[in-house]
């Protein structure tokens, strides 16, 4: 594995391998490597013929502080994790990415304003401004996201849509430990006992698609109820939305796709997580 840490030697590389007649394939992180990043790199390994990782924690996603200051990060860990499989590996410092601080300014409408958009103001507009920077200077054949940042991938999409990218968005599903927790690099600083109380909110999110036959409010108000039962889950929100436009629906028609997404604190750590309740 090569590790590059700056933008030149990026591009340089990346032009002898495409001239090369080689394609591309691109998994952006922000480090703290674990299944669900293996399993997006193993399958951008299985469909192109070079694998790009990034690792980049990014602070202007980060809409809190502290957020940012108690992000797992252990570069030789994820270094050993992914040698045998990544063929470059963009690690570049944050004076690289921003030498001057960056001033991009994105609208993807009501997409944003919604779910994550909602209660972590900025947060889409950091995710963007690096996402967009990174396809730059890799110009990837294509790019995996996980459906877990169900909303970041409907982003990336428009942004691709807007800037008309060259570059493939492949989603990839969510990877969860046996118990059903959506695997994230936040579970690390979930406490033993936290850890153990996790999984039900997937446990709770299986069991709304087989009561579809509800009204989505009635879905909505049982879903939000059972989250409610554990004292420790501090909801923030549950929402039943068009998959593809992320507003909130009335009936399950008014959608092709319908997915349920939640977000809530389990003590300090804020989880998030969806379903699928019509696909
Ligand atoms: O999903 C993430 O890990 C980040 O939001 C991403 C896409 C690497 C951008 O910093």
Redesign the pocket.
């Known amino acids: 594995m090569l590790i590059i840490k700056t933008v030149d030697e990026l591009k340089d590389v990346l032009f002898r391998v495409k001239s090369s007649g080689k394609i591309v394939g691109f998994v ?3 480090g703290a490597l674990h299944a669900g990043h293996l399993s997006l790199l193993e399958k951008a390994k299985s469909e192109n013929n070079v694998l790009v990782c ?1 690792i ?3 602070p202007i ?1 980060f809409n809190n502080k502290q957020d940012l200051e108690k992000y797992p990060r252990n570069v030789e860990k994820d270094i050993n994790y992914i040698e045998d499989l990544v063929d470059i590996l963009f690690l570049p410092s944050e004076e690289e990415v921003f030498p001057s601080a960056p001033t991009e300014k994105f609208d993807f409408g009501k997409l944003e304003s919604v779910l994550e958009g909602k209660y972590r103001p900025g947060h889409f507009n ?2 963007a401004t ?2 967009k920077r ?1 396809f730059d200077w890799i110009k990837p054949e294509k790019a995996y ?2 459906e877990k ?1 169900y909303q ?1 991938l409907v982003i ?1 999409r428009e942004l691709v849509r807007q800037f008309n990218l060259p570059v493939q968005i492949v989603a990839c599903p969510t990877v969860r430990e046996p118990g059903g927790l959506a695997i994230s ?1 936040r579970n690390a600083r979930l406490s033993p006992e936290e850890y153990k109380i996790a999984p039900c909110i997937y446990q709770i999110l299986l069991s709304l698609p087989p009561k579809t036959t509800l009204s989505v409010s009635e879905l909505k108000q049982y879903a939000i109820s059972e989250i409610e039962k554990i004292k420790e889950f501090k909801l923030e929100y549950l929402e039943i939305v068009n998959a593809k436009t992320l507003q909130p629906i009335t009936n399950f028609d008014d959608a092709e796709k319908v997915i349920c997404c939640v977000a809530l604190y389990l003590g300090e750590v804020r989880l998030i997580d969806n379903i699928f309740l019509k696909k």
Do not use: A, C, R, Y
């Open positions: 952006p992180t922000m990034s980049f924690v990014n996603q950091g995710v690096i996402v990174l996201f996980g940042d970041q990336i690099s």
